[in-house]
């Protein structure tokens, strides 16, 4: 048998020429492990598609809760405002620093910050007070910027106020006001967190000790009125309650005489039709 015809296999299977026309046979050279390689390689892509898909949920709750953390600071500080509320008349005679710690609002400083420590009071309401400006800032911050940044005219006011002198002038009210407003308009300005809290935090510092100081110069009063609420659960209740929804008149009948003045006005421009 001619050599050539021998030498055949064994070049096609080295990839050798042909042993025809000299030209090179393109062939692949196949080890034993081929086959295990190629499973190990099917494995290691049906993990890393296992992990993706698993990875998924958690990637959604850790957006969810970088961006949702200021609406659930807001919720539970509200509701333990709420607890307080209904609660006053007994924890105004009670426990009042525990009412201050449920409901650092100006008023039920005045009304029990002569009955209480100083120090104790400031140290409890100042961070409380703060954490209310924080989660404004932090729901301005992250949702009101985007939301504003996709409106033809949110473009400019975020612009407007991003600018130096605005920014300057909110963070100097922030030592002398509480304004949730000032809060959003700070965070959608984007003013980064160190620097809305180097002003949050002493401001709150100042209104606090300014409520309390002024609450036991005219302590002889609060102690009165939170003897008589002690005394009048029921009345002091109702009163509030009676507050409350006068409150809310007030602001729906102004609500509705603003949208008559708007609508007046609108009818007036209107060219006339003929």
């Known amino acids: 048998m001619d050599a050539a015809v021998l030498a055949a296999p064994l ?6 020429a042909s042993p025809v026309d000299g030209t090179p046979v393109a062939t692949a050279e196949r080890g034993p492990n081929s086959a295990g390689d190629g499973e190990a390689t099917e494995a290691t892509m049906e993990r890393s598609a296992v992990g993706g898909v698993a990875g ?5 709750w850790s957006r969810w809760a970088a ?11 509200y509701g333990a405002g709420a607890v307080g509320l209904a609660l006053l008349t007994r ?10 710690a449920l409901r650092p609002t100006w008023s039920v400083m005045l009304l029990v910050g002569g009955s209480v420590p100083f120090v104790p009071a400031l140290l409890i309401a100042v961070p409380l007070r703060a954490l209310v400006r ?11 910027r985007s939301v504003l940044t996709l409106r033809p005219g949110g473009r400019r006011l975020v612009d407007a106020l991003s600018r130096r002198s605005t920014e300057r002038a909110l963070l100097y009210a922030c030592l ?34 300014a409520y309390l100081l002024a609450a036991r110069s005219v302590s002889p009063w609060g102690r009165t009125l939170v003897s008589w ?8 209740l109702l009163l509030l309650f009676a507050a409350g929804a006068l409150r809310l008149t007030a602001k729906a009948l102004l609500a509705r005489a603003r949208r008559r003045g708007a609508t007046r006005a609108g009818l007036d421009q209107a060219p006339d039709g003929g």
């Open 229 to 236: 609420l002690d005394g009048h659960v029921t009345e002091g």
């Open 11 to 16: 070049a096609t299977t080295r990839g050798d």
């Open 91 to 100: 924890l105004a005679h009670g426990a009042p620093l525990l009412l201050v």
């Open 176 to 209: 002398i006001n509480a304004n949730p407003a000032v809060d959003a308009a700070l965070g959608g300005g984007g003013v980064s967190w160190r620097r809305f809290l180097r002003f949050v935090v002493p401001g709150m510092a100042i209104q606090t000790s």
């Open 67 to 77: 961006r949702g953390w200021p609406v659930l600071l807001l919720a539970v500080l």
């Open 134 to 144: 924080v989660g404004y800032f932090g729901v301005a911050r992250n949702d009101l």
């Open 56 to 60: 998924e949920p958690t990637a959604g």
